[in-house]
C-alpha cells in the first residue's frame, strides 16, 4: 500500500479505479472488484481515491482489496480532473482504467489481448450519434436544422466524430496519453466555440463530461476508438433492465442484442411499449430484427434511471465484506 503514487510501473498489466464524493462511489469500486476477482485473481488493480474513501476503507479493513491505495489529489477529483489527466495516474504499464459503475460478468484475458493492439484507446462508436454532447430530446433537431455538429467539426479541421464511452480506457504509451489529455484540455477550454453542452443540465448530473474532449482530442491524433458494441466479444454493453436478464449477484448476465445499430439504440426509449412498437415495425425489413444475447465483458451502468439494481448489490456486497 502507499499514499501517493511516485510514477514508478508496477506490474505489466493492471486495472485502475478512481473515487471521490458521495460514498455510494467507493461501494460500487468495492462491488465493481468484487465482481473482477470472481474472473482475474492475478492482476494488480489500483484505487486512486480521496481521503475520505481511503479512511473509510482502512477503516473497514477492506484496503486489501486493492492491491494498491493511492490519495487522489483534491484537484483531480472531478471527472475532466482525473479523465484529462490519465497520464499522471498509470501504475502500470499496460492500464485498463474502469469506471467505479461496471461490473464484470466474465473472464477478460480475451479482452487484455484486443486491447495489446492499442497504444492508447476509448471503448466507443465510430460515428457519434446526435445526441453525443448535444441537447437530449427534440432540443437536438435545432442543432441539427443549423449544422451546428458540422461547424464545429470545420472550425477545428475534423472530418469525422467517435462517439467515446469513457466508462473503459486503456493506455499503454504514456507520451500519448498525455498528448491526448492536453489536447482534450485545449478542445474543452474552447467548448464555447463548439455545438456541445454542459453535462449538467441533464437530470441527476452535477460534473462536466470529458467524452466529446476525449473524441476530438482522438480524432486530431488519428486514434481509433475500441468497438464498444461488438456482439459475443462486446467490451461493455449498458444494463438496462428491459435488455437484461440477469441474477441478484449478476452472477449470469446475458444481454439483448440487436444486429442493427438503430434498432439497438432504441433500447434508450423509456417508454417500453413505444419501442417495441417500433422494433416490431422496423423488424419487418429483413435483418433489422435480428437479434442474440451477449454476455458482455463488462455491464455499465452509466444511465441515471437504470442504477438501482447496482446500488442494491454494491451494498449487498458491502455489508457481507464488513459484517455490518
Not at 57 to 82: A, C, M, R, V, W
Request: with cysteine; glycine share 4%; net charge positive.
Amino acid at each position: 500500500m502507499s499514499n501517493s503514487f511516485s510514477g514508478k510501473k508496477l506490474a505489466d498489466e493492471g486495472y485502475v479505479y478512481v473515487t471521490y464524493g458521495d460514498y455510494k462511489y467507493l461501494k460500487h469500486a468495492v462491488a465493481s472488484v468484487t465482481t473482477l476477482r470472481r474472473y482475474d485473481k492475478k492482476r494488480p488493480v489500483a484505487l486512486f481515491c480521496s481521503a475520505g474513501h481511503q479512511k473509510l476503507l482502512k477503516e473497514n479493513s477492506l484496503d486489501s482489496l486493492f492491491t494498491h491505495l493511492y490519495e487522489l489529489p483534491e484537484e483531480n477529483q472531478s471527472i475532466n480532473g482525473f479523465k484529462h489527466n490519465l497520464y499522471k495516474f498509470t501504475p502500470f504499464k499496460k492500464n485498463l482504467f474502469i469506471d467505479s459503475d461496471i461490473l464484470w460478468c466474465r473472464q477478460p484475458n480475451r479482452l487484455w489481448v484486443s486491447l495489446s493492439a492499442y497504444s492508447f484507446t476509448i471503448t466507443g462508436n465510430q460515428i457519434a450519434d446526435l445526441f453525443f454532447g448535444a441537447p437530449k430530446g427534440f432540443a437536438v433537431l435545432k442543432d441539427l436544422f443549423l449544422g451546428r455538429r458540422d461547424r464545429t467539426l470545420k472550425r477545428f479541421d475534423l472530418t469525422y466524430l467517435s462517439r467515446v464511452q469513457a466508462g473503459m480506457i486503456y493506455i499503454s504509451d504514456m507520451e500519448l496519453a498525455e498528448k491526448v489529455c492536453n489536447t482534450s484540455k485545449r478542445f474543452f477550454e474552447q467548448r464555447a466555440q463548439t455545438h456541445f453542452r454542459s453535462r449538467r443540465e441533464e437530470e441527476g448530473r452535477n460534473d462536466e463530461s470529458c467524452e466529446w474532449s476525449l473524441a476530438m482530442a482522438m480524432a486530431k491524433l488519428k486514434l481509433q476508438v475500441i468497438p464498444w458494441l461488438n456482439g459475443y466479444e462486446s467490451p461493455q454493453l449498458d444494463f438496462i433492465e428491459s435488455y437484461t436478464t440477469y441474477d441478484d449477484e449478476f452472477h449470469n448476465v446475458k444481454c439483448l442484442f440487436y444486429s442493427n445499430r438503430f434498432i439497438y439504440d432504441l433500447k434508450g426509449l423509456k417508454t417500453r411499449s413505444l419501442q417495441k412498437s417500433i422494433i416490431k415495425l422496423l423488424s419487418l425489413i429483413p435483418g433489422r430484427g435480428d437479434y442474440l444475447y451477449v454476455t458482455p465483458y463488462c455491464l455499465h451502468f452509466g444511465w441515471y434511471h437504470q442504477k438501482e439494481p447496482l446500488n442494491n448489490f454494491a451494498e449487498r456486497c458491502w455489508k457481507n465484506l464488513t459484517n455490518a
